[in-house]
């Protein structure tokens, strides 16, 4: 984990466009329904990985296929179940679900990785939770098919979001190259199923779309935001830690607020404002704690070290004063 700094603002900035032309104009008739959509945006981040990799500007290290199958699976399963609960609750019990994730994440950590959070962030946390929520959460109605949808879409995305670490330290992969060998898998599987799971959610059909100049143009916009919404993902758990992502990913939340109200006139309220506030209060709180934490663990771990050694030499010294050759001439100890 690290502190938050310009290199993840850029990338959370990116993160929040896309999110925010993805859910504005770009949501009601000119762009394609939701899981589709996605399985558009990972085509285009696999296309950007295959020639990247032709042209040498990454490595390819090989990760095993069925790792990457089981994570496009649970991946795959955050989205749908992410689009299911939206449409069956409603959008402030989706946003509480959203912001369950980062106590979700931080327990499977722990479970996981035996990972533990000192106080201060353990509070920092509190703090953006309950800043995100002021300025999100409106009303809360909830339904038992709604309740189970979102239940797996927390657990199947903080998962997914702990393996995107897990797999880089494991293989020793970078961020862009695990995105590029999971992105293929992702959007095959996606456009696939995804008409599908749209025509469950609204009733249309992938074949009664209209393709206008418009609405193309407008898809390979989202699809090119998309990328960097990807590889923001990757690069920040690479960098960071899941639970750093998700606190940091609600500068999302904020920006897409600001974006839409400054792109699509929409209403900002004081309520709104005195949320984003907390929230951002939280994440300079959550930068400090960890930062704090690196500088502590970075003090105790020399400490250790030194007094390792100094038990070696106390140990040699017992070891010779002890040692009935102490007095050795010549090979023969003396009587």
């Known amino acids: 984990m690290g502190s938050i700094d310009s290199f993840s603002l850029i990338f959370q900035l990116c993160f929040a466009l896309t999110w925010t032309m993805n859910s504005g104009t770009l949501n009601e008739d000119l762009i394609l329904e939701a899981t589709t959509l996605t399985g558009f945006h990972f085509s285009m981040t696999a296309l950007i990985g295959l020639v990247s990799n032709a042209t040498g500007n990454s490595t390819r290290k090989r990760v095993p296929l069925w790792e990457l199958f089981w994570f496009s699976i649970v991946a795959n399963t955050s989205i749908t179940g992410m689009n299911l609960s939206l449409m069956l609750n409603s959008v402030g019990f989706y946003q509480i679900s959203k912001l369950s994730m980062i106590p979700v994440v931080c327990v499977?950590?722990?479970?996981?990785?035996?990972?533990?959070?000192?106080?201060?962030?353990?509070?920092?946390?509190?703090?953006?939770?309950?800043?995100?929520?002021?300025?999100?959460?409106?009303?809360?109605?909830?339904?038992?098919?709604?309740?189970?949808?979102?239940?797996?879409?927390?657990?199947?995305?903080?998962?997914?979001?702990?393996?995107?670490?897990?797999?880089?330290?494991?293989?020793?992969?970078?961020?862009?190259?695990?995105?590029?060998?999971?992105?293929?898998?992702?959007?095959?599987?996606?456009?696939?199923?995804?008409?599908?799971?749209?025509?469950?959610?609204?009733?249309?059909?992938?074949?009664?779309?209209?393709?206008?100049?418009?609405?193309?143009?407008f898809i390979l916009l989202s699809c090119s935001l998309a990328v960097f919404c990807n590889i923001s993902q990757y690069l920040c758990i690479g960098r960071f830690s899941a639970t750093s992502f998700q606190v940091l990913g609600h500068m999302k939340t904020v920006c897409v607020l600001v974006l839409g109200w400054l792109l699509f006139d929409s209403e900002l309220t004081l309520k709104n404002i005195l949320g984003m506030v907390i929230a951002i209060i939280g994440m300079v709180i959550y930068s400090c704690a960890v930062e704090a934490d690196k500088q502590t663990d970075s003090k105790v771990i020399p400490n250790r070290k030194d007094a390792s050694e100094e038990d070696v030499e106390l140990l040699k010294q017992q070891l010779d004063e002890s040692s009935p050759h102490k007095d050795v001439e010549l090979g023969k100890s003396q009587p």
């Open 108 to 217: 499977m950590e722990w479970i996981l990785h035996n990972k533990h959070y000192s106080k201060k962030v353990k509070i920092a946390v509190i703090v953006v939770v309950v800043g995100v929520g002021v300025c999100t959460v409106t009303d809360v109605k909830v339904n038992a098919q709604g309740f189970t949808c979102a239940f797996v879409a927390v657990l199947s995305t903080s998962l997914q979001q702990i393996s995107i670490g897990s797999l880089q330290a494991k293989y020793s992969i970078g961020s862009f190259e695990l995105l590029s060998q999971t992105a293929p898998i992702q959007a095959l599987s996606l456009l696939l199923f995804g008409p599908f799971v749209d025509y469950y959610l609204s009733g249309k059909l992938l074949a009664s779309y209209k393709f206008s100049s418009a609405a193309f143009f």
